[in-house]
């Protein structure tokens, strides 16, 4: 039976400068998301499933020792016996990463580093085994790069493709309503919402008038709204305004020209949001060709 398209988008993982493909089932519960430091956990049904970490790292390190001495530190602490007997792991190539095991029934570890971002990407899973690796191999394989002009950004069923000068400045996954802010150096904000519960939010509100108690939360004064077909969805495009956030603006009171569109996918059972504001100078994205379908 194919997978309906809303669990699709979940399985999508972009962020900084690795994409990967998800196995089905396995949701992202804890997040840290600095940039050159971070880390995401997984579980499924409240199984914990793997653990992948980032951090920079100017110089390419020893990756099979690395592996090696997270091992260590898990056996010290889990199996202090079959630690004094440990040496080391045995390790394989599987795509672009390099794979770490001891026994079956131990955690594995997978690493790889990426010499033009200095960035080491790292996994680690609970345990090793056949079972395990029929779902860890597909991940690993389906590793790619991140880091071009224009960088792909995918996580909770959000999924945007932004320039380069957009990075990520902070998130909002409330239940039903997951909202990623990413910012420029010139001031430009985008917010990518993903919400869900549709047939209860909009049994008491219509979608433009959702549009406008969203935006109004972030402090934006409504300038328009019109109905518009969007991507073959119903949905409303908004104008609006915001207080500017430079120094200067905040102390004149001049404000920020805003646009928006917020649609309802009924394919999807979601809805589906983008939203740009900043100073005049800024330049604007073509919303709509951000969103990645």
Known sequence: MPEAPHLQRIRALSWHTFSFTLPAGWEVTAYLLDENDGQLQLYEREHFR???VWRNTPKSPDQARILAEIHRRHLDKELPERAKTFTALTTREVGDFLLGYAKDGEPCQAS????ETKMLVQWVFPEHGDEQLARIEPLLRSYRRNDDAVRRWELFGVSVVLPRELAFSEMAPEPANVAITFESKRHLTLVARRLGMVSETLRTITLPQLHRLLLRRAGARIVSTEDREI????????RYERRGERRLEQLSGRYWRGEGFLWHDQREGRIYG????????????DLLDAFQA
Request: hydrophobic content about 30%; charged content about 15%.
């Open 274 to 285: 983008l939203e740009q504001i900043g100073p005049t100078q800024a330049k604007r994205l």
């Open 50 to 52: 793997a653990q992948v």
């Open 112 to 115: 790889l580093y990426q010499p």
């Open 231 to 238: 991507r073959g969805c119903p949905g409303v495009y908004t």
